[in-house]
T-cell receptor, first 114, second 116 residues
Framework: AQSVTQLGSHVSVSEGALVLLRCNYSSSVPPYLFWYVQYPNQGLQLLLKYTSAATLVKGINGFEAEFKKSETSFHLTKPSAHMRDAAEYFCAVSVNSGNTPLVFGKGTRLSVIA | GAGVSQTPSNKVTEKGKYVELRCDPISGHTALYWYRQSLGQGPEFLIYFQGTGAADDSGLPNDRFFAVRPEGSVSTLKIQRTERGDSAVYLC??????????????FGEGSRLTVL
């Protein structure tokens, strides 16, 4: 079975500062990994995904994540936070077997301080 | 429509009542998923359809929960004898195994269920 652990339920950064949201996964087979973002009163939308190609994945809105097998991690980063980045971020894991359900972490709420 | 549509967006009901939540997926998406999101938690998997059949219903919490997708498109999540603990946002997502969107789930905005 697969699982993800997101370290820190709430992260607060200043505008312009580095954003780092942590995700560690557990999987008995090579995983596919995802980051989703949920803005207030909106549905979840995909930020980026890792599907066994390049280990450094670039997504929308300047976010990127690096797959590190040795650390079983898939941390999300952004060099400079904007106020509009304030949202809930979810890490999710799946396996390479077609349309299998994603298993989500509990989420990290990002606050950006002016 | 262009995205996943869920109705109603909000539903308030009394304990013991029956509730139906509807999901209209993206046209052409063969896979459809139901998740439940409680306050402060991530989405929790309930059931997954591939076409008309339930490919995995291991996440349904008990036999009060049931879902159908009779024509392989629209799906309905049915909850019998609702309990206060069923209060949550119910999310629907669809996906396609074609092309660059492999593995990506497209979510609706959810149906918020409140059981009084």
């Amino acid at each position: 079975a697969q699982s993800v652990t997101q370290l820190g339920s709430h992260v607060s950064v200043s505008e312009g500062a580095l954003v780092l949201l942590r995700c560690n996964y557990s999987s008995s087979v090579p995983p596919y990994l995802f980051w989703y973002v949920q803005y207030p009163n909106q549905g979840l939308q995909l930020l980026l995904k890792y599907t066994s190609a390049a280990t450094l994945v670039k997504g929308i809105n300047g976010f990127e994540a690096e797959f590190k097998k040795s650390e079983t991690s898939f941390h999300l980063t952004k060099p400079s936070a904007h106020m509009r980045d304030a949202a809930e971020y979810f890490c999710a894991v799946s396996v390479n077997s077609g349309n299998t359900p994603l298993v989500f972490g509990k989420g990290t709420r990002l606050s950006v301080i002016a | 429509g262009a995205g996943v549509s869920q109705t109603p967006s909000n539903k308030v009901t009394e304990k013991g009542k029956y509730v139906e939540l509807r999901c209209d997926p993206i046209s052409g998406h063969t896979a459809l998923y139901w998740y439940r999101q409680s306050l402060g938690q991530g989405p929790e998997f309930l059931i997954y359809f591939q076409g008309t059949g339930a490919a995995d219903d291991s996440g349904l919490p008990n036999d009060r929960f049931f879902a159908v997708r009779p024509e392989g498109s629209v799906s309905t999540l049915k909850i019998q004898r609702t309990e206060r603990g069923d209060s949550a946002v119910y999310l629907c997502a669809s996906s396609s195994s074609a092309g660059g969107t492999w593995g990506e789930l497209f979510f609706g905005e959810g149906s918020r269920l409140t059981v009084l």
